[in-house]
């Protein structure tokens, strides 16, 4: 079956840095575009980050110029490179990747991040 797991999440202070990455099995990696979103406590769930088979990106207008995507087909493995984060920043943070058969969507078990001082 189709597995995403995050790792990387983790307590750091305004303007700090953080990689998250999310490893995937189950999927012909290499084929599928791949997300990032981020869920604050009492918000919505938004969307972060993407990266397509080509490794086109793009990101949210909350991020940019902060976040980038990245993708190792050779491992499985999607990046979020975050900088300069901020409080606002403070979410778990869900990899997330579409069936190309059916209208599933796939999500991993999130990662905590927590910028604060």
């Known amino acids: 079956q189709v597995q995403l797991v995050e790792s990387g999440g983790g307590l750091v202070q305004p303007g700090g840095s953080l990689r998250l990455s999310c490893t995937t099995s189950?999927?012909?990696?290499?084929?599928?575009?791949l997300n990032w979103y981020r869920q604050a406590p009492g918000n919505q769930r938004d969307w972060v980050a993407r990266?397509?088979?080509?490794?086109?990106?793009s990101v949210g207008d909350s991020v940019k110029g902060r976040f980038a995507i990245s993708r190792d087909n050779a491992k499985n493995t999607v990046y979020l490179q975050m900088n300069n984060l901020k409080p606002e920043d403070t979410a778990v943070y869900y990899c997330?990747?579409?069936?190309?058969?059916?209208?599933?969507?796939?999500w991993g078990q999130g990662t905590q991040v927590t910028v604060s001082s």
């Open positions: 990266i397509d088979t080509r490794g086109m990106t």
């Open positions: 189950g999927i012909i990696f290499a084929a599928y575009d």
């Open positions: 997330n990747t579409k069936s190309l058969s059916h209208p599933i969507d796939y």
